[in-house]
């Protein structure tokens, strides 16, 4: 089956830094999303991205379909976005497959 | 706009006790529906998945089980639970280009 992986696994910041979470995927993918889990287990959609780029705020998404990687921007971190990032792909069987997560920490 | 009920938030059964964790939708209907585990650490685990009343397709073998009484409506039981059904729950909602979570629960098997 399709693989997803993301990195950095862990991630540290102080708040106002820049950071660059990498989603790599391993087929062809139909769809693709980003989703936060809140420090509560609360998952929220962020982007749905199978290409191109879209801006939310200071968060940002950009699809690269035919290199099969995906890549979240977030600027000037705040300690509300402290908690675990997920990239998931459709299958193409009205599946989602999640990655591994990369778990983000802002210090104030 | 679509909304998804799950409950209870926490629970704490002892070994070979029953489950049942029920998952509601509004706003939508005919939905695909879906059960994730989280267990500690990170990655969500599909468990099963419905795309209509009565269908269940279940992605790994397990002490689980799931169904779909009505449209709306989806259940995860089990008969026995073990110590490894522990985790955190999550009902989820798959539309053409977003997916809605419930707020999950928290799943102590002691």
């Known amino acids: 089956g399709i693989q997803v992986e993301q990195s950095p696994p862990d991630l540290i910041l102080q708040e106002g830094a820049n950071s660059t979470l990498r989603c790599n995927f391993s087929d062809s993918v139909n769809n693709l999303q980003w989703f936060h889990q809140n420090p509560w287990g609360q998952l929220i959609n962020l982007f749905y991205?199978?290409?191109g780029t879209k801006q939310n705020g200071r968060l940002s998404a950009t699809t690269v379909a035919t290199e099969r990687y995906s890549l979240l921007y977030i600027s000037s971190s705040q300690t509300t976005d402290s908690g675990v990032y997920f990239c998931a792909v459709d299958s193409r069987r009205n599946k989602l497959i999640f990655g591994t997560g990369t778990l983000l920490a802002v210090q104030p | 706009s679509q909304t998804i009920h799950q409950w209870p938030a926490t629970l704490v059964q002892p070994v070979g006790s029953p489950l049942s964790l029920e998952c509601t939708v509004e706003?939508?209907?005919?939905?695909?529906l879906y059960w994730y585990r989280q267990a500690a650490g990170r990655g969500l685990q599909l468990l099963f998945y419905?795309?209509?009343?009565?269908?269940i397709s279940s992605e790994v073998p397990q002490n689980l089980s799931a169904s779909r009484p009505q449209d709306r409506q989806f259940i995860l039981s089990s008969k026995k639970l073990l110590l490894s059904d522990s985790g955190f729950y999550l009902c989820?909602?798959?539309?053409?280009?977003?997916?809605?979570f419930g707020q999950g629960t928290r799943l102590t098997v002691v």
């Open positions: 991205i199978p290409s």
């Open positions: 419905s795309v209509g009343i009565g269908q």
């Open positions: 706003g939508t209907s005919n939905p695909n």
């Open positions: 989820a909602w798959h539309g053409p280009s977003e997916a809605f």
